[in-house]
C-alpha cells in the first residue's frame, strides 16, 4: 500500500502482532504489550512498539469548581510508549529492521529482551 502524498517519507506499516505479557525486572513489574508492525510494500520490513502500563496522578478537566480548577484527582493507568526503554542491546532498530516473519520478528525482541536482562 502506498499513501500518496508530500508529507509522508516513510513507507506505511500495518499492525500484524500484538502480544501482552507481565515482566519483572529487578522488584518493578511492569504489564507490557509489544506491537509488530510490517511495511506493507517489503514484508521483510518491520517495526516494534513497546507499550508499559503505568499509573499517573491526573486532573481531569472537568468538573470544574467556580475559578475553573479540577474538582477530582484521579490516579489512572495509562498505556506508554517505551520502545527506548528496550532497545538497549543495539543488535538491531526497533523502527526498521528485517525479519522473515512476524513469529521471527517478535522472537527477536524477546531475544533482545534477554540479553538486556
Not at 499492525?15 to 507490557?32: G, N, Q, R
Not at 504489550?33 to 491526573?58: G, Q
Not at 542491546?89 to 538486556?116: C, G, H, I, P, Y
Request: glycine residues 2%.
Amino acid at each position: 500500500m502506498q499513501i500518496s502524498h508530500s508529507a509522508i517519507t516513510s513507507p506505511v506499516f500495518e499492525l500484524v502482532k500484538t502480544v501482552l505479557f507481565d515482566i519483572t525486572l529487578v522488584d518493578t513489574y511492569i504489564p507490557t504489550r509489544i506491537e509488530i508492525w510490517k511495511d506493507t510494500e517489503r514484508n521483510d520490513r518491520f517495526r516494534c512498539y513497546v507499550w508499559e502500563l503505568e499509573h499517573f496522578n491526573l486532573n481531569p478537566t472537568f468538573p470544574q469548581d467556580d475559578q475553573g480548577s479540577s474538582i477530582h484527582k484521579t490516579t489512572d493507568i495509562v498505556q506508554v510508549e517505551r520502545s527506548w526503554r528496550y532497545g538497549r542491546t543495539k543488535r538491531f532498530n526497533f523502527q526498521e529492521f528485517e525479519a522473515t516473519s512476524r513469529e521471527e520478528a517478535l522472537a527477536m525482541f524477546v531475544d533482545d529482551l534477554k540479553l538486556a536482562t
